[in-house]
Each structure stands twice: as structure tokens, then as C-alpha cells.
């Protein structure tokens, strides 16, 4: 059982942006940023890399950004240097110009406002605002209390002096992880547990990915995130919600520090979508254990997997902009992610013929030295796209499952006797087969009607049935890489993810045959196959002489608005 409602497709395309509405009522005549230039900030840890739940505080971020004419910030939140690398760094500005945005010269790290967070540390000790502890994690969990006692601390009344000093001490490196913590002075009593004197800098000797070992003590998020708004000039702190129990000591951090600029935190509903994880933890197991094939596997849901599997800028966009902004948690049919880029690939992505399962087709009454070419269009959708000349001989290459030799009921491709239309090309009418020693057919016959060219037919006969083919003569040898759920049911995260990986989700295909200009593609390059679906080139495996194509989406959508 899901633990969040799914959002219909009625209920996903009709919603709506609350944000939008605070921020214009902000910037109002007599609103708190009257006269103000809208300014927003993106804050990724670099940690891992971004999924579609980010693209949606992306979008969000950014978007906020364009609509009010403001600007927006990319900065790297490297304030806990365990598991931070440049690697991620360079990885998120990749995935954040895909998406088509832009931070200009508006990019920051955390680690860039250490010396100005400690001096406001040290103020907010002088001004009794702040303490160093030395109680242990354990101790710390035993005194924190609970709805009914208060929080307690030994060291809350120790002299502001004596906590500068052991704060500079823990700076010189005198002390080892988690020996002490400094401590905001609040409320013991909140009933918002955020506030009972949380820890606002700890000791950690790990070397920083920017800063080395310069550093020993480093601030926590909460403590951080509000001095970098502040100090950047951010108007409107955009966040996921479960920071909404966090904003009072967002606001309390803001009217302590002294700084000028007062930004206001607006949290929203995080992005969910069944049939995957979205968890940096789970998806780095998958990664780190080879579940995967690293974190662009065409399976997860990393924008560098996405790309990789081919979905475009405009379908995520679009997606996250569909869904809306909300202030209710709920869980979206990742049928309408597909559906997004379906649409889009629909009207951009150039036809081309390949067959997967081939076998061989021969036409016995064509010329054997005779090639024809047919113009065919590259996308129905775009006239402007162009033709591309199409070439055909007396001997093709087939789909397996587009002939029987014994038909089932309502069969109406290809078995002896039966015709069928050849895609833009000719009716030819089924004559026999051949078979291996197996009994696996190895060649079909049949004759082309030469009064037919273009798939007419002037007497006006009925054909039930259209297949594609590709011409043996000019065809090139491609890999095939269809991909299917990683997991096999929808709301993995519910128990042990790992015991529902589906052993099917990856099936690779060699063999298949090609238009012979697909392999001179590069990636990103985007084709419908024709009754296959939407593929594109894959961007680290597909080489010269080798192509490899991923399935992005299949043709049949199967997102449906509920009655």
C-alpha cells in the first residue's frame, strides 16, 4: 500500500503555484520586498548526484526566478565535508545547464562564507545568544526531553568568556569529533523541538573537498543555510517541507546575525514518484553495490540517468511544471513523466525503421540486381522536417513476430497466403518459409505486387496489415537496450528497496538491423523507431561501427485520466 495518494492525471495537470502568489504579493506596493528585485537561490549538497526530484526544485527555484524578472543563485551547501566531492560539484552544474538555466556569474559554495559564520558564532557567544556543550550524543538524547518535560544542558549558564575560549579551542583543533558542540540559547521548553538550543557548529577533522584541513569545526544547515541568504541577498528561501518545522530557526538565525537582508523561507511539497527511489542514501547503494551501471544507468531517476535514457530538457520542464507546486505531499504516476516525454518526442524526434527480432525476408519474384528508394518523411508531426530516401531490394530484414506459419485467430500479418502492406513501400503476399534443423524459421517468402509501390492498391483490395522492414543490402548490425521498471512494485521505499529489483528491467538485443544513416548519429539524437517506440543513441557505450540505441519510452501511453 502506497503510503501517499497518487495524483490522478486530472488532479496533476490542474495544479497550480502557491509560491507565485506569495512572491507577488511580496513585491506589491506595501508588501515586504516592495521595490525589490526577486532573488532565489538553488542550494544542492554535493553529495550525490541531482534526481527529478531536484529538477523539480530546479525548476522551482530558477522558474521563480524568470517569471518575477530576478535572479537566482546556484550554491553548493558543502557545510559537511563526509561525503562531498568535486566530482558532484561539476556533475550538478551539468544537469542544471541541461535543464536550460542559468546562475551567470551567481555561483557559490557554503564553504565561501566559513570566516563570516564563525565571527557571527563568536558575536552570538559575546551576546549570550550561543554556548559551547560538552554533553554526548547519548547524553544529548537523554536531556533533550519531551512534549511534557523540558530540554536540559549543564553547560547553558556557562560564562560567555569561558564558551569563546573552548570555541576557539575547538577551531585550534584541541578537541576530537564530537567532543563538544556549540548550542543556539532558545528555548528549552518549545514545543518545536528545532528550537531547544539546537547545535549550530560541530567538530569534524575530515578535510574539506575546497578548504582541506583549514577548517575543524563547521557550521550545521540550519545555522548556514540562513547567513548564506542573508549574506547573497536572497528576497525568498524556496524549500522542500520538511524545513517548515525548521523556519523558526531560519527566522531566529536571521534577526540575531545583522545583516541587512531579511529573506523569507517558503517551503513546498517534495516531488514523489512511484515505481523508483529518490533517496541520495538507497540510490548511492545502488551505485556503490552494481546494482547499476553507475549514476547514469538509464534506470534511475539521476537527471545524467534520464539524459542518458533519453528524455529532454523540454519533457522534464514540462513535467515539473504540470505538476504543480503543492503544500501536500503526494506521490505522481511516473506514467505521466513518460507521458511528458512522449509528447515531446512525438512532435521532435525523426523516424527512422529498425528491426530487433529480425528474419529474413525474401521477395522472389524482385529483380535481384534492382534497389529502389522511396522518400519517406522524417516526422509526420514537422513537414519542415524533410525526407530522407529510404532503400529497398529483394531481400529485407523483418520483425520475427510479424510472421507465423500457422496463424493464431485475428492474426493479420504475415503467414502463406495472407498480404500484407510494406511501409511506404509495396503489398507482397506471404509464400512459404524455411526452418532450421530446430524448427526455427530462418527465411520467409513471399512476391511483391509491382502495381502497389507506395502501399496502394489500385484495385482497391483491403490489406489489413502494415509492417516495417529494412533493406538487407544497406542495413547495419546496432545493439538494442530496452529498459523496464527497476523495480517491481510501486512504492519500493515501503520495505527492503534491494528485494525488489526486477531481473528484468535491462534486456539487451545485438543484431538488430538499421537504416544505415543512424549509425553516423551522435548522442543525444532522438528517433521513433516505427511500432517500436523512442530511442536515442546511448551517449557512453554507442562507438563507431557499433551503435547502441536505449529505449526512452514506448509508443503506447498508458497514462490515463481517470473517469
Avoid at 507577488?24 to 532565489?40: C, M, W, Y
Avoid at 547545535?199 to 563547521?218: D, P
Avoid at 514540462?318 to 506521490?331: L, Y
Avoid at 504516476?333 to 529474413?360: I, Q, S, T, W
Wanted: glycine content about 6%.
Amino acid at each position: 500500500m502506497m503510503s501517499e495518494e497518487i495524483k490522478s492525471a486530472e488532479e496533476t495537470e490542474s495544479a497550480g503555484n502557491f509560491i507565485h502568489t506569495f512572491v507577488k504579493e511580496d513585491v506589491a506596493p506595501g508588501g515586504r520586498f516592495e521595490g525589490k528585485t526577486v532573488h532565489t537561490r538553488f542550494p544542492p549538497e554535493p553529495n550525490g548526484y541531482l534526481h527529478i526530484g531536484h529538477a523539480k526544485a530546479i525548476c522551482i527555484d530558477f522558474g521563480t526566478a524568470e517569471k518575477f524578472d530576478g535572479l537566482c543563485n546556484l550554491r553548493m551547501d558543502d557545510t559537511n565535508p563526509t561525503k562531498e566531492d568535486v566530482e558532484y560539484v561539476d556533475a550538478i552544474r551539468e544537469d542544471i545547464q541541461w535543464l536550460g538555466f542559468s546562475w551567470d556569474d551567481r555561483f557559490y559554495y557554503a564553504s565561501d562564507y566559513f570566516p563570516k559564520m564563525y565571527e557571527l558564532a563568536e558575536k552570538l557567544i559575546r551576546e549570550g545568544f550561543a554556548y559551547v556543550c560538552e554533553l554526548t550524543q547519548e547524553q544529548f538524547r537523554e536531556y533533550r526531553g519531551d512534549l511534557t518535560h523540558p530540554a536540559r544542558s549543564p553547560y547553558r549558564d556557562r560564562p560567555a568568556e569561558e564558551s569563546l575560549d573552548l570555541f576557539h579551542r575547538m577551531r585550534a583543533g584541541e578537541f576530537e569529533d564530537g567532543r563538544m558542540t556549540l548550542r543556539a540559547k532558545i528555548d528549552l521548553t518549545s514545543g518545536n523541538f528545532n528550537m531547544r538550543d539546537p547545535v549550530i557548529y560541530r567538530i569534524n577533522h575530515m578535510a574539506h573537498h575546497r578548504t582541506g584541513t583549514e577548517w575543524c569545526v563547521y557550521p550545521m544547515y540550519d545555522f548556514a543555510h540562513p547567513i548564506e541568504d542573508a549574506v547573497e541577498g536572497v528576497t525568498h528561501s524556496l524549500c522542500s517541507l520538511e524545513f517548515e518545522d525548521h523556519r523558526p530557526l531560519y527566522d531566529w538565525v536571521i534577526e540575531h546575525i545583522n545583516l541587512p537582508a531579511k529573506p523569507r523561507q517558503i517551503e513546498f511539497a517534495r516531488l514523489g514518484i512511484n515505481n523508483t527511489v529518490m533517496s541520495k542514501r538507497k540510490l548511492r547503494q545502488l551505485v556503490e553495490n552494481n546494482y547499476v551501471s553507475g549514476w547514469d544507468d538509464p534506470r534511475l531517476p539521476t537527471l545524467c540517468g534520464l539524459r542518458r535514457r533519453g528524455y529532454t530538457p523540454a519533457s522534464i520542464r514540462n513535467f515539473c511544471e504540470r505538476i504543480g507546486v503543492a503544500k501536500v505531499n503526494s506521490t505522481v504516476e511516473y506514467g505521466f513523466l513518460e507521458h511528458c516525454l512522449r509528447e515531446d518526442l512525438n512532435e521532435n524526434a525523426r523516424r527512422a525503421m529498425a528491426v530487433l527480432d529480425p528474419v529474413k525476408l525474401v521477395l522472389t519474384n524482385y529483380p535481384e540486381d534492382k534497389t529502389e528508394r522511396f522518400d519517406v518523411e522524417n516526422n509526420p508531426e514537422r513537414p519542415e522536417a524533410g525526407t530522407r530516401p529510404v532503400s529497398f531490394s529483394r531481400e529485407l530484414w523483418i520483425e520475427r513476430e510479424d510472421f507465423m506459419e500457422v496463424p493464431e485467430k485475428k492474426y493479420f500479418r504475415l503467414f502463406p497466403g495472407n498480404e500484407v502492406r510494406l511501409k511506404t513501400a509495396y503489398v507482397v503476399k506471404c509464400t512459404g518459409c524455411e526452418k532450421d534443423e530446430n524448427g526455427n524459421i530462418t527465411v520467409v517468402y513471399a512476391e511483391y505486387d509491382p502495381e502497389t509501390r507506395g502501399g496502394n492498391t489500385p484495385d482497391g483490395r483491403k490489406v489489413k496489415s502494415t509492417i516495417h522492414w529494412v533493406d538487407a543490402k544497406t542495413s547495419v548490425d546496432a545493439e538494442v537496450r530496452l529498459y523496464d521498471s527497476l523495480f517491481t512494485v510501486p512504492d519500493p521505499e515501503a520495505g527492503d528497496f534491494l528485494e525488489e529489483l526486477n531481473p528484468n528491467s535491462l534486456k539487451a538485443l545485438n543484431g538488430c538491423k538499421v537504416e544505415p544513416w543512424l549509425a553516423e548519429e551522435k548522442a543525444p539524437a532522438a528517433f521513433q523507431f516505427l511500432r517500436q517506440g523512442y530511442f536515442c543513441l546511448d551517449s557512453r557505450d554507442s562507438k563507431p561501427g557499433h551503435p547502441v540505441f536505449n529505449r526512452s519510452v514506448s509508443l503506447k501511453d498508458g497514462f490515463k485520466k481517470k473517469k
